[in-house]
Structures are given as C-alpha cells and as structure tokens.
Nanobody, 119 residues
Framework: QVQLVESGGGLVQAGGSLRLSCAAS????????MGWYRQGPGNERDLVAT???????NYADSVKGRFTISRDNAKNMVYLQMNSLKPDDTAVYYC?????????????WGQGTQVTVSS
C-alpha cells in the first residue's frame, strides 16, 4: 500500500514563509510527476505546482516567483517552499504523486496539511 504523508503546515503572518514536505512510502517501483494542490474554504482543489522526475516544474500563476517546488528522488519526497505568503494562500495543501507500484501508475493523495496566513 502506498501512502503520502504531508508535514510542515501551520499558522504564519503575511509575508512569512513555510516549507511543506511530503513523503511517499510503501510499495514503490517508480514515481513520475509529484505535485502540490490546495483547497481553500468553499473552493475547488487547485493546482499549486508540479515537478516531473526529471525536474521540470510548473506553477500556478498566483504563486510564481513566491513558491518553489523540489524533490528528492532518492528519498521519495517532494517539498514546497512558500515565501511572501499572503492571506489568499490560506488553504489545505495536498500532496499528489503518480506512482508505479507494480505494472501500472496510479494517482495518490496525501491527507492534507493546513496552511493559515494571517493579515
């Protein structure tokens, strides 16, 4: 069974920084794309950033220049460095990964970690 576990959320003032981490564990043969999504109150779950196994990244326009996604392939981990945080960044942040356990790739989600930015 594959699990994704996020950590690093919390309460921060506007302009501050947080670093989210996500660890993938279980029966993992390979991991393709990893990413972060977020869901604010009353909103849909939206893409924040993704990174391929080769290191190519993609960001939502709202976080470009402020957030940085990275990964450690040896540790099966993905990170999200969030700087210059704004109250609009308040949301539950979810880790996502496309993981091959045996012959097929499946999408997996973490349980989410709350990020709250106060003004």
């Amino acid at each position: 069974q594959v699990q994704l576990v996020e950590s690093g959320g919390g309460l921060v003032q506007a302009g501050g920084s947080l670093r989210l981490s996500c660890a993938a564990s279980g029966r993992i043969f390979s991991i393709d794309r990893m990413g972060w999504y977020r869901q604010g109150p009353g909103n849909e779950r939206d893409l924040v950033a993704t990174i391929t196994s080769g290191g190519s990244t993609n960001y939502a326009d709202s976080v470009k220049g402020r957030f940085t996604i990275s990964r450690d392939n040896a540790k099966n981990m993905v990170y999200l460095q969030m700087n210059s945080l704004k109250p609009d960044d308040t949301a539950v942040y979810y880790c996502n990964a496309r993981i091959r356990g045996s012959s097929l790739y499946y999408q997996y989600w973490g349980q989410g970690t709350q990020v709250t930015v106060s003004s």
